[in-house]
Protein backbone atom coordinates (compact mmCIF):
# COMPACT_ATOMS: atom_id res chain seq x y z
CA UNK A 1 0.00 0.00 0.00
CA UNK A 2 1.56 3.45 -0.81
CA UNK A 3 1.93 6.25 1.15
CA UNK A 4 -1.87 8.14 -0.41
CA UNK A 5 -3.82 5.04 -0.46
CA UNK A 6 -2.71 4.48 3.36
CA UNK A 7 -3.04 8.56 4.17
CA UNK A 8 -6.75 8.41 2.45
CA UNK A 9 -8.17 5.39 4.24
CA UNK A 10 -6.62 6.39 7.55
CA UNK A 11 -8.29 9.81 7.42
CA UNK A 12 -11.15 7.91 6.31
CA UNK A 13 -11.48 5.80 9.32
CA UNK A 14 -10.88 8.41 11.56
CA UNK A 15 -12.70 10.97 10.13
CA UNK A 16 -16.14 8.39 10.38
CA UNK A 17 -15.08 7.26 13.77
CA UNK A 18 -14.24 9.78 15.80
CA UNK A 19 -17.40 11.94 14.57
CA UNK A 20 -19.68 9.16 14.79
CA UNK A 21 -18.42 8.20 18.17
CA UNK A 22 -18.79 11.81 19.28
CA UNK A 23 -22.42 12.29 17.77
CA UNK A 24 -24.01 8.94 18.99
CA UNK A 25 -22.41 9.20 22.78
CA UNK A 26 -23.99 12.29 23.90
CA UNK A 27 -27.33 11.48 21.49
CA UNK A 28 -27.68 8.41 23.49
CA UNK A 29 -26.94 9.90 26.91
CA UNK A 30 -28.85 13.08 26.55
CA UNK A 31 -31.26 12.10 24.28
CA UNK A 32 -30.85 14.84 21.46
CA UNK A 33 -33.62 15.08 19.10
CA UNK A 34 -33.29 16.40 15.47
CA UNK A 35 -37.07 17.95 16.53
CA UNK A 36 -35.01 20.13 18.76
CA UNK A 37 -32.57 21.94 16.23
CA UNK A 38 -30.69 24.16 18.29
CA UNK A 39 -29.75 21.84 21.22
CA UNK A 40 -29.39 19.32 18.96
CA UNK A 41 -26.78 21.46 16.95
CA UNK A 42 -25.01 21.77 20.20
CA UNK A 43 -24.59 18.20 21.01
CA UNK A 44 -23.16 17.12 17.22
CA UNK A 45 -20.85 20.19 17.06
CA UNK A 46 -17.51 18.34 18.70
CA UNK A 47 -18.46 15.69 15.85
CA UNK A 48 -17.36 18.58 13.22
CA UNK A 49 -13.96 18.94 13.75
CA UNK A 50 -13.47 15.17 13.49
CA UNK A 51 -12.43 15.88 9.97
CA UNK A 52 -9.66 18.59 10.31
CA UNK A 53 -7.84 15.87 13.65
CA UNK A 54 -8.35 13.15 11.18
CA UNK A 55 -5.89 15.07 8.75
CA UNK A 56 -3.84 16.39 11.24
CA UNK A 57 -3.17 13.02 12.85
CA UNK A 58 -2.88 11.40 9.05
CA UNK A 59 -0.52 14.65 7.99
CA UNK A 60 1.84 14.40 11.42
CA UNK A 61 2.07 11.05 12.23
CA UNK A 62 0.93 8.42 9.68
CA UNK A 63 2.20 9.54 6.48
CA UNK A 64 4.25 12.41 7.42
CA UNK A 65 4.01 14.55 4.50
CA UNK A 66 3.52 17.39 6.43
CA UNK A 67 0.74 20.85 5.81
CA UNK A 68 2.85 22.50 2.50
CA UNK A 69 -0.26 21.63 0.57
CA UNK A 70 -3.07 21.77 3.29
CA UNK A 71 -3.73 25.32 1.88
CA UNK A 72 -3.64 26.98 5.15
CA UNK A 73 -2.48 30.36 3.65
CA UNK A 74 -5.33 32.86 3.20
CA UNK A 75 -4.34 34.36 0.34
CA UNK A 76 -6.77 37.11 0.72
CA UNK A 77 -5.10 39.57 -1.87
CA UNK A 78 -4.55 37.18 -4.80
CA UNK A 79 -8.12 35.45 -3.85
CA UNK A 80 -10.58 37.83 -2.30
CA UNK A 81 -12.75 37.62 -5.38
CA UNK A 82 -13.41 33.80 -3.83
CA UNK A 83 -14.07 34.62 -0.69
CA UNK A 84 -17.07 37.09 -1.95
CA UNK A 85 -18.34 34.37 -3.78
CA UNK A 86 -18.59 32.00 -1.37
CA UNK A 87 -19.76 34.49 0.74
CA UNK A 88 -22.33 35.40 -1.02
CA UNK A 89 -23.23 32.45 -2.71
CA UNK A 90 -27.00 31.74 -0.94
CA UNK A 91 -28.06 35.00 -1.96
CA UNK A 92 -28.96 33.59 -5.86
CA UNK A 93 -29.61 30.07 -4.55
CA UNK A 94 -32.02 31.42 -2.09
CA UNK A 95 -33.52 33.31 -4.80
CA UNK A 96 -33.96 30.57 -7.12
CA UNK A 97 -35.44 28.11 -5.04
CA UNK A 98 -37.83 30.52 -3.52
CA UNK A 99 -38.97 31.32 -7.37
CA UNK A 100 -39.46 27.28 -8.51
CA UNK A 101 -41.57 26.85 -5.27
CA UNK A 102 -43.92 29.89 -5.62
CA UNK A 103 -43.90 28.95 -9.73
CA UNK A 104 -44.63 25.34 -8.75
CA UNK A 105 -47.18 25.55 -6.35
CA UNK A 106 -45.28 24.01 -3.43
CA UNK A 107 -44.83 26.42 -0.62
CA UNK A 108 -44.37 30.22 -0.33
CA UNK A 109 -42.18 31.85 1.91
CA UNK A 110 -43.50 33.53 5.22
CA UNK A 111 -41.97 36.84 5.85
CA UNK A 112 -43.04 37.25 8.83
CA UNK A 113 -41.47 34.00 10.41
CA UNK A 114 -43.97 32.59 12.63
CA UNK A 115 -44.12 29.71 10.62
CA UNK A 116 -40.51 29.08 10.81
CA UNK A 117 -39.79 30.00 14.39
CA UNK A 118 -42.52 27.57 15.91
CA UNK A 119 -40.75 24.94 13.20
CA UNK A 120 -37.55 25.42 15.77
CA UNK A 121 -39.16 23.47 18.85
CA UNK A 122 -39.13 26.75 21.34
CA UNK A 123 -41.45 27.58 23.85
CA UNK A 124 -41.74 30.97 22.54
CA UNK A 125 -45.01 33.40 22.23
CA UNK A 126 -46.00 33.51 18.84
CA UNK A 127 -44.79 37.10 17.24
CA UNK A 128 -45.26 38.00 13.63
CA UNK A 129 -41.69 39.74 12.73
CA UNK A 130 -41.98 43.00 10.41
CA UNK A 131 -42.39 41.37 6.59
CA UNK A 132 -39.48 43.62 5.74
CA UNK A 133 -37.54 41.87 8.22
CA UNK A 134 -37.96 38.57 7.24
CA UNK A 135 -37.48 39.37 4.16
CA UNK A 136 -33.83 40.65 4.87
CA UNK A 137 -32.79 37.85 7.33
CA UNK A 138 -30.49 36.64 4.58
CA UNK A 139 -28.69 39.67 4.23
CA UNK A 140 -28.64 39.54 8.70
CA UNK A 141 -27.27 35.98 8.50
CA UNK A 142 -24.22 36.71 6.28
CA UNK A 143 -22.66 38.73 9.00
CA UNK A 144 -23.29 35.70 11.13
CA UNK A 145 -22.05 33.54 9.03
CA UNK A 146 -18.26 35.62 9.35
CA UNK A 147 -18.57 35.24 12.84
CA UNK A 148 -19.67 31.20 12.49
CA UNK A 149 -17.32 29.93 9.75
CA UNK A 150 -13.84 29.45 11.56
CA UNK A 151 -16.51 26.66 13.06
CA UNK A 152 -16.65 25.09 9.61
CA UNK A 153 -12.68 24.73 9.76
CA UNK A 154 -13.07 21.57 11.40
CA UNK A 155 -14.61 19.97 8.72
CA UNK A 156 -12.77 22.08 5.43
CA UNK A 157 -9.76 21.31 6.79
CA UNK A 158 -10.63 17.71 6.37
CA UNK A 159 -12.65 17.35 3.04
CA UNK A 160 -10.76 20.00 1.75
CA UNK A 161 -7.54 20.45 2.97
CA UNK A 162 -6.95 16.74 3.00
CA UNK A 163 -9.31 14.21 1.31
CA UNK A 164 -10.17 16.28 -2.29
CA UNK A 165 -6.37 16.71 -2.92
CA UNK A 166 -5.63 12.83 -2.62
CA UNK A 167 -8.64 11.24 -4.49
CA UNK A 168 -7.63 10.77 -8.11
CA UNK A 169 -4.92 12.97 -8.82
CA UNK A 170 -5.35 14.73 -12.20
CA UNK A 171 -8.90 14.05 -12.35
CA UNK A 172 -10.16 17.07 -10.10
CA UNK A 173 -14.19 16.43 -11.11
CA UNK A 174 -13.76 12.53 -9.89
CA UNK A 175 -11.98 13.73 -6.85
CA UNK A 176 -15.36 16.52 -5.79
CA UNK A 177 -17.62 13.79 -6.65
CA UNK A 178 -15.77 11.03 -4.37
CA UNK A 179 -15.04 13.52 -2.17
CA UNK A 180 -18.77 14.93 -2.01
CA UNK A 181 -20.02 11.23 -1.49
CA UNK A 182 -18.17 10.74 1.11
CA UNK A 183 -18.24 13.79 3.00
CA UNK A 184 -22.69 13.18 2.49
CA UNK A 185 -22.19 9.20 4.28
CA UNK A 186 -20.06 10.93 7.24
CA UNK A 187 -23.78 12.68 7.82
CA UNK A 188 -25.27 9.47 7.88
CA UNK A 189 -25.85 9.14 11.77
CA UNK A 190 -27.32 12.70 12.03
CA UNK A 191 -29.54 12.61 8.28
CA UNK A 192 -30.78 8.96 8.91
CA UNK A 193 -32.92 10.56 12.42
CA UNK A 194 -33.78 13.14 9.91
CA UNK A 195 -31.77 15.60 10.78
CA UNK A 196 -31.61 17.91 7.45
CA UNK A 197 -34.91 16.25 6.02
CA UNK A 198 -37.38 15.76 9.71
CA UNK A 199 -39.07 12.75 8.42
CA UNK A 200 -37.62 11.53 5.54
CA UNK A 201 -34.39 9.48 6.91
CA UNK A 202 -33.77 7.48 3.56
CA UNK A 203 -34.84 9.91 0.73
CA UNK A 204 -33.24 12.71 2.64
CA UNK A 205 -30.27 11.01 2.66
CA UNK A 206 -30.54 10.58 -1.10
CA UNK A 207 -31.30 13.74 -1.67
CA UNK A 208 -28.69 15.12 0.52
CA UNK A 209 -25.49 13.11 -1.70
CA UNK A 210 -26.58 14.75 -4.62
CA UNK A 211 -26.38 18.52 -3.17
CA UNK A 212 -23.10 17.28 -1.31
CA UNK A 213 -21.56 16.72 -4.54
CA UNK A 214 -22.59 19.66 -6.06
CA UNK A 215 -21.24 21.63 -3.60
CA UNK A 216 -18.42 19.72 -3.21
CA UNK A 217 -17.74 20.90 -6.60
CA UNK A 218 -18.42 24.36 -6.03
CA UNK A 219 -16.47 24.07 -2.96
CA UNK A 220 -13.51 22.48 -4.90
CA UNK A 221 -13.24 25.24 -7.46
CA UNK A 222 -12.94 28.06 -4.63
CA UNK A 223 -10.20 25.46 -2.62
CA UNK A 224 -8.15 25.43 -6.27
CA UNK A 225 -8.74 28.94 -7.60
CA UNK A 226 -7.86 30.58 -4.30
CA UNK A 227 -4.82 28.15 -3.18
CA UNK A 228 -6.63 28.06 0.12
CA UNK A 229 -8.87 26.04 2.42
CA UNK A 230 -10.23 29.47 3.74
CA UNK A 231 -12.78 30.17 0.85
CA UNK A 232 -14.89 27.01 0.85
CA UNK A 233 -14.57 27.30 4.62
CA UNK A 234 -16.83 30.87 4.59
CA UNK A 235 -18.66 28.83 1.50
CA UNK A 236 -19.48 26.27 4.20
CA UNK A 237 -20.55 28.64 6.94
CA UNK A 238 -22.72 30.78 4.10
CA UNK A 239 -24.36 27.40 3.42
CA UNK A 240 -25.01 27.00 6.73
CA UNK A 241 -26.00 29.79 8.25
CA UNK A 242 -27.66 32.08 5.43
CA UNK A 243 -28.85 28.99 3.47
CA UNK A 244 -30.15 26.33 5.46
CA UNK A 245 -31.37 28.97 8.37
CA UNK A 246 -33.30 31.24 5.72
CA UNK A 247 -35.06 28.28 4.42
CA UNK A 248 -36.29 27.22 7.42
CA UNK A 249 -36.84 30.44 9.05
CA UNK A 250 -39.10 31.25 5.46
CA UNK A 251 -40.67 27.89 4.78
CA UNK A 252 -41.12 26.66 8.32
CA UNK A 253 -39.70 22.88 7.68
CA UNK A 254 -42.28 22.62 4.79
CA UNK A 255 -42.08 20.29 1.94
CA UNK A 256 -38.37 19.78 2.91
CA UNK A 257 -37.11 17.49 0.43
CA UNK A 258 -37.88 19.86 -2.27
CA UNK A 259 -38.23 23.25 -0.30
CA UNK A 260 -34.79 23.47 1.73
CA UNK A 261 -31.31 24.50 0.07
CA UNK A 262 -30.14 21.05 0.06
CA UNK A 263 -33.54 19.96 -1.55
CA UNK A 264 -34.17 19.14 -4.77
CA UNK A 265 -35.23 22.55 -5.98
CA UNK A 266 -31.50 23.66 -4.79
CA UNK A 267 -29.91 21.23 -7.23
CA UNK A 268 -31.40 23.81 -10.15
CA UNK A 269 -29.04 26.71 -9.43
CA UNK A 270 -26.29 24.62 -8.12
CA UNK A 271 -26.04 22.32 -10.78
CA UNK A 272 -25.60 25.65 -13.14
CA UNK A 273 -23.25 26.72 -11.53
CA UNK A 274 -21.41 23.48 -11.83
CA UNK A 275 -21.95 23.42 -15.28
CA UNK A 276 -20.54 27.02 -15.80
CA UNK A 277 -17.29 26.13 -13.42
CA UNK A 278 -16.83 22.69 -15.52
CA UNK A 279 -17.82 24.28 -19.08
CA UNK A 280 -15.17 27.12 -17.96
CA UNK A 281 -12.47 25.24 -17.19
CA UNK A 282 -12.26 26.11 -13.77
CA UNK A 283 -11.90 23.20 -12.16
CA UNK A 284 -8.68 22.64 -11.56
CA UNK A 285 -6.15 22.05 -9.19
CA UNK A 286 -2.98 25.08 -8.54
CA UNK A 287 0.07 23.25 -9.63
CA UNK A 288 -2.12 22.79 -13.25
Keep these: MDNRTKGVISFILLAYGLAWAFWELPIRLLGASPREPIFFQLVALPGAFAPAVAALIVRQWITREGFADAGLRPNVKQGWRYYLAGWLLPLPVLTAIVMLAWALALARPDFTLLSGVGSLGLDLPPTAAPPLLGLALPF????????????????????????????????????????????????????????????????????????????????????????????????HAATNTVGGSTMLLWFGGAKPLWVSYLGVLGWVPLLALCIWILRTGRLRPPSS
Excluded at 144 to 161: D, K, Q
Excluded at 188 to 196: E, Q
Design 140 to 235: LLLLNALLTFPLLWGEEFGWRGYLQMRLFPGRPLLAAIATGIVWSLWHLPLNLRGYNFPGYPLAGMLVFTVSAVLLSIIFAWLRWASDSVWPPTLA
